[in-house]
C-alpha cells in the first residue's frame, strides 16, 4: 500500500501551526484573539504539562494527546506540530535547493548524550527550577526567536512602508514603535538560531535527537507504539533512497533497520522507496502472523507510572510639558526583588511554571515585559519581567494571562487585576527635581492611577508623597519620572502579590436652591 500520501498532510498540518504560531510572535498590532492563542498553543508539550500541572483539566491537557498520537504513530509531535522543528525542515529544504547532490545518512547519535540532557532537565524539573527547560524547549526557543531576532524586522518594514504611503496620503498602515532591543538578551536567540541553522543546514534533524527534552522523551515512548515505519526485507531491493532523505538519520540500510525512537515521523522515505520496501506495522498484525514472540508490556507499565508520576508530583503618550533635569540623580535605585507580571501569583510560582517563549512580550502592548537576564537568579534566565525603564503595565491590560500557555501568568478578572499589588512604589528624595533644582514636576503623581503618589506642599510648589498601601507596582510613575541616570521613584517588587487598598471616591453633593433661578 503506497503512504506517500501522509507526507502532504504532514505538510499541510505542520505548514498551518507554523505560519499561525508564528503569526502570534509577530502580532504587534494584536490582532489576534487571546482565545485564538490559547487554541494554537494547546498542543505544545512542555507549555500544556507545566499549565496541567496547576490546573488540572481538560482545558490544559494538550500534552496528554500528544501523549495518545505518540503512543500510536510515534514522535508526530516532532514533525507537524512543533514549530522549530519545522523551522529546521524548512533550513534544510534551503540546503538541499542550494546543494543539489546534497544527502542525509545514518547518524549515530549518543544515547548518553540524549538520555543524560533528559535527566538533568527532569531532575531541575522536579527540584522546581525550569533553567534548563527554558534554555532547550524547542517551542520556546521559537517564540524567542521570533520575537527578538524577526519581529524588530517586521516592524522595521512595516514602519518604512508606512511612511511610503503617507506621502501619498493613504493611512491603512500604522507605524508601531520598538522600545528597546538588548544586545545582551539578543544574542542568547541569535546564537541559538545561528546554531539550529547550522546543524539543520548540515545534518538535518540532529538536535532533535539530541539536546531536545521533548524529542528523547517522545522518543522513549515511541519505541512502544502501536504502529512503526519499518523495512520490508522481502520488498527492500537496497537502493539505499529511504536513508538519504531521512532528515533524523534514523534508517540503517546495512542491517535493515528503523530506530524508531529518533524517527521524527516526517515520512520521505515512503515518497521516495520504488518498491514499497518500507511499511508501516502494527502490534496487531505481528500478533497475527506470530512476528512478535514477546512484548515487555512492564516497559509500558513502568514507562506509564512516570509519566503518572511526573504528572501528579507537582503607548503612554504625556500630554504635559516634557521635564529635562538639568542635573543628573546620584542615588542608584537598588531593586532587590524583580516585578513579575501581574496573575503570576508569586516569584517562586512564576520562575517554576514560566518556560521563557517570550510570547506574553510580544503579546505586550506597551512593552513592559521584557526577558530577564539574572534577576529572577540562574534558574529563570530569559524569563519575563517588568521593564519600568520600557513602559509600564497598562491599568485595563490583562492580556499577558489570557495568553499564557503555561499558566506562569494566570488570566484574571479586570477589577481583580486592577488591586493587585505587583510591588510597592519607592521614593529617592534625592533624586527628586523638586528637592534637587527646586522646580515643579509632578510626573508621577498624573500617571499613577490609583493615587497612590500625590503631592504635598513645600516651600512654594509640591513635591510626592507615596502612600504604599495603595500603590500596585504598575510602574506608570517610574516610566514617567525624568531624571537621569537614576529614578526618582521606582517599584520595589513584591515576592509574593498582594491586594492593595483601593481609594474611596468622596461623592459631592451640590445643593441646589430651589428658590433661584438658574444662572442661563
Given at each position: 500500500m503506497k503512504l506517500s500520501h501522509l507526507k502532504k498532510v504532514r505538510l499541510i498540518v505542520s505548514?498551518?501551526?507554523?505560519?499561525l504560531l508564528s503569526a502570534l510572535f509577530l502580532d504587534f498590532g494584536n490582532v489576534l484573539s487571546p482565545a485564538f492563542t490559547n487554541y494554537l498553543t494547546y498542543l505544545q508539550?512542555?507549555?500544556?504539562?507545566?499549565?496541567?500541572?496547576?490546573?488540572?483539566?481538560?482545558?490544559?491537557?494538550?500534552?496528554?494527546?500528544?501523549?495518545?498520537?505518540?503512543?500510536?504513530?510515534?514522535?508526530?509531535y516532532c514533525s507537524s506540530f512543533c514549530p522549530l522543528g519545522t523551522l529546521q525542515d524548512i533550513i534544510s529544504f534551503i540546503a538541499k535547493k542550494i546543494h543539489k547532490k546534497k544527502y542525509f545518512k545514518l547518524l549515530k547519535v549518543s544515547n548518553w548524550l540524549r538520555?543524560?540532557?533528559l535527566a538533568s532537565a527532569i531532575i531541575f524539573f522536579l527540584s522546581g527550577s525550569l533553567v534548563e527547560i527554558n534554555l532547550l524547549d524547542p517551542y520556546s526557543n521559537f517564540g524567542r526567536i521570533i520575537t527578538q531576532l524577526f519581529k524588530p524586522i517586521l516592524i522595521s518594514v512595516n514602519n518604512l512602508l508606512s511612511s511610503f504611503l503617507i506621502k501619498f496620503n493613504i493611512y491603512s498602515i500604522f507605524p508601531a514603535e520598538i522600545k528597546n532591543i538588548n544586545l545582551g538578551l539578543f544574542l542568547f536567540p541569535f546564537f541559538f538560531f545561528f546554531f539550529i541553522f547550522t546543524l539543520s543546514y548540515k545534518k538535518g534533524r540532529l538536535f532533535c535527537n539530541t539536546l531536545c527534552p521533548v524529542g528523547t522523551l517522545l522518543g522513549i515512548i515511541s519505541r512502544v507504539s502501536f504502529f512503526k515505519i519499518e523495512i520490508d526485507k522481502e520488498?527492500?531491493?537496497?537502493?539505499?533512497?529511504?536513508e538519504r532523505v531521512c532528515k533524523a538519520g534514523c534508517i540503517d540500510k546495512k542491517n535493515q533497520i528503523v530506530d524508531f525512537s529518533k524517527c521524527v515521523s516526517c515520512y520521505n522515505c515512503f515518497t521516495v522507496c520504488p518498491t514499497e520496501g518500507i511499511k508501516y506495522t502494527n502490534i496487531f498484525s505481528k500478533l497475527k502472523n506470530k512476528e512478535l514472540t514477546y512484548v515487555d508490556f512492564k516497559k509500558r507499565e513502568f514507562l506509564t507510572s512516570i509519566i503518572t508520576y511526573a504528572i501528579s508530583s507537582t503607548g503612554l503618550v504625556f500630554a504635559q510639558k516634557k521635564i529635562i533635569p538639568s542635573k543628573f540623580s546620584n542615588v542608584p535605585n537598588l531593586k532587590k526583588i524583580p516585578v513579575s507580571p501581574p496573575g503570576s501569583i508569586s516569584i517562586k510560582h512564576f520562575t517554576e511554571s514560566c518556560t521563557a517563549c517570550n510570547l506574553c512580550v510580544s503579546a505586550c502592548p506597551n512593552q513592559?515585559?521584557?526577558?530577564?537576564?539574572?534577576?529572577?537568579?540562574?534558574?529563570?534566565?530569559?524569563q519575563p519581567k517588568m521593564d519600568y525603564k520600557i513602559g509600564y503595565c497598562n491599568f485595563e491590560c490583562i492580556i499577558c494571562g489570557e495568553v499564557c500557555p503555561t499558566g506562569a501568568i494566570q488570566p484574571m478578572q479586570l477589577e481583580k487585576k486592577k488591586i493587585t499589588q505587583l510591588g510597592k512604589a519607592k521614593f529617592i528624595k534625592e533624586n527628586c527635581i523638586v528637592y534637587t533644582e527646586k522646580t515643579d514636576c509632578g510626573a508621577c503623581s498624573e500617571h499613577c492611577p490609583t493615587k497612590a503618589v500625590t503631592m504635598i506642599p513645600y516651600e512654594?510648589?509640591?513635591?510626592?508623597?507615596?502612600?504604599?498601601?495603595y500603590c500596585i507596582g504598575c510602574g506608570a510613575c517610574e516610566y514617567a519620572c525624568p531624571t537621569k541616570p537614576y529614578k526618582a521613584i521606582f517599584v520595589e517588587g513584591n515576592s509574593v502579590h498582594q491586594i492593595a487598598k483601593k481609594i474611596e471616591e468622596k461623592k459631592i453633593e451640590q445643593k441646589v436652591k430651589s428658590n433661584e433661578d438658574f444662572p442661563f
Open positions: 505548514i498551518i501551526f507554523f505560519v508539550f512542555l507549555p500544556s504539562l507545566i499549565k496541567f500541572i496547576h490546573i488540572a483539566g481538560i482545558s490544559a491537557a494538550g500534552f496528554l494527546f500528544v501523549l495518545i498520537f505518540t503512543l500510536l504513530f510515534g514522535r508526530v538520555y543524560s540532557v520488498n527492500c531491493i537496497s537502493c539505499n533512497s529511504c513592559v515585559l521584557q526577558p530577564s537576564f539574572l534577576e529572577y537568579g540562574l534558574h529563570g534566565i530569559l512654594n510648589i509640591r513635591a510626592p508623597k507615596v502612600k504604599e498601601e
